[in-house]
């Protein structure tokens, strides 16, 4: 067996809801030892660095009931069943900003939380139309574009002012890229 590798015994549901489901996972380690697992089940979800022809960059801010605070983030929501990636970064960009994407590009796909969750985040890096059209957003969805320089960007993360994961990583992609 594989020394990195953990076999399921069993799984049984704990929670179903609306966006995530929550497993106990009975595991056994490579060595024998049998172990728990706890697991949220988690669509996979997209990210999107976007930016306009003038050079600024389009985010999103919401509050984020979890983290009790409002965050600067990048373009992000999950994918609908069977939908291709990036026509879901195009479609949550549109929604969530207005704008529409008129180039894109993966990046990369990261797990922002591997110890519990298994949720995967495609991220893209888009080129934006030049104006906004009205915003399609959820429901159950509240929010704003920020529009910030590339240096008022760089400056909100060195103030830990930006600090979600994902929009970490869709930045740093961005900058090796």
Known sequence: MDKFFEKT???ERKYTGKIINVDLVDIELP?????????VRHGHAVGILARRPDGKFVFVKQYRKAAEEALVEVIAGGLEKGEDPIEGAKRETAEETGYDVTSIKFLTTIICTPGYCEERIHLYFAELSAEPHAQDQDPDENVYPVVLSEQE??????KGEIFDSK??????CYKLM
Do not use: F, M, Q
């Not at 060595?31 to 697991?39: L, N, P, Q, S, Y």
């Not at 929009?167 to 740093?172: D, E, Q």
């Open 167 to 172: 929009t970490l990583s869709a930045w740093a």
């Open 31 to 39: 060595d024998g030892r049998i172990a728990k697992r706890e697991v």
């Open 9 to 11: 015994l069993a799984c």
């Open 153 to 158: 960007v760089e400056d909100a993360i060195r």
